[in-house]
């Protein structure tokens, strides 16, 4: 069975340019949510979609947008890209209903400049 | 807002030493889960515990979910080369009906002497 699968792996952007990452779930998981792991820190939760709805938002600013599609992958979009912004972006996905099931995929790492 | 504090910051120790670290947290979880993260990679889960002074093991590791619910351990028994990484703990509130929203301690990293 296919992991969490993220897209691209990498990613250089300029500042002030919009950046669009990819999720897609294991299969059979309908909860996808968006982490941010700046360097030397543990992940930080940004965003958790289930049913295409947002069920939870983090504290970042609205610069950071994601939605959820019918087949249950996600994108995540960050706008007016600010240095601080880099980072390695993680999704997971998880089984609503059951405190089980929480995996990763190997991320995105963005690279501002 | 709730916050983790995972320690040691890090750790470099023999090989087949036991290795203990810890989380604690001012607020209580209902979930404490112990991740493993691989340069390049996302986290792996280790081990997860749901209830208060539940004990659980994964070949080596040990892990406690503690009484007051606002703290864990983990342990490593007889550390070996492919140990090194960074350790995460990370806790899921209650009341977060849709589960998956995990708040994450800094890490510990470990370093192994072969």
């Known amino acids: 069975d296919a992991g969490v699968t993220q897209s691209p792996t990498h990613l250089i952007k300029t500042r002030g340019q919009q950046v669009t990452l990819r999720c897609s779930p294991i299969?059979?998981?309908?909860?996808v949510s968006w982490y941010q792991q700046v360097l030397g820190q543990g992940p930080q939760f940004i965003f958790q979609?289930?049913?295409?709805?947002?069920?939870g938002r983090g504290n970042f600013p609205d610069r950071f947008s994601a939605r959820q599609f019918p087949n249950y992958s996600s994108e995540l979009n960050v706008n007016a890209l600010l240095l601080g912004d880099s980072a390695l972006y993680l999704c997971?996905?998880?089984?609503?209903?059951?405190?089980?099931?929480?995996?990763f995929g190997s991320g995105t790492r963005l690279t501002v400049v | 807002g709730q916050q983790l504090n995972q320690s040691p910051q890090s750790m470099f120790i023999q090989e087949g030493e036991d290795v203990s670290m810890n989380c604690t947290s001012s607020?209580?979880?209902?979930?404490w889960l112990w991740y493993k993260q691989d340069p390049g990679e996302g986290p792996v889960l280790l081990i997860a515990l749901y209830k208060a002074g539940e004990l659980t093991s994964n070949g080596r590791l040990t892990a406690q979910f503690g009484i007051t619910r606002k703290d864990s351990f983990l342990n490593i028994s007889a550390s070996i080369p492919s140990d090194v990484g960074i350790y995460f703990c990370?806790?899921?509130?209650?009341?977060?009906?849709?589960?998956?929203?995990?708040?994450f301690g800094a890490g510990t990293i470990l370093r192994v002497k072969s």
């Open positions: 990370a806790g899921q509130a209650p009341g977060v009906e849709y589960g998956n929203k995990l708040v």
């Open positions: 979609y289930y049913e295409k709805e947002e069920r």
């Open positions: 997971a996905s998880s089984l609503v209903g059951t405190q089980r099931g929480y995996t």
């Open positions: 607020s209580i979880f209902n979930t």
């Open positions: 299969s059979g998981h309908k909860s």
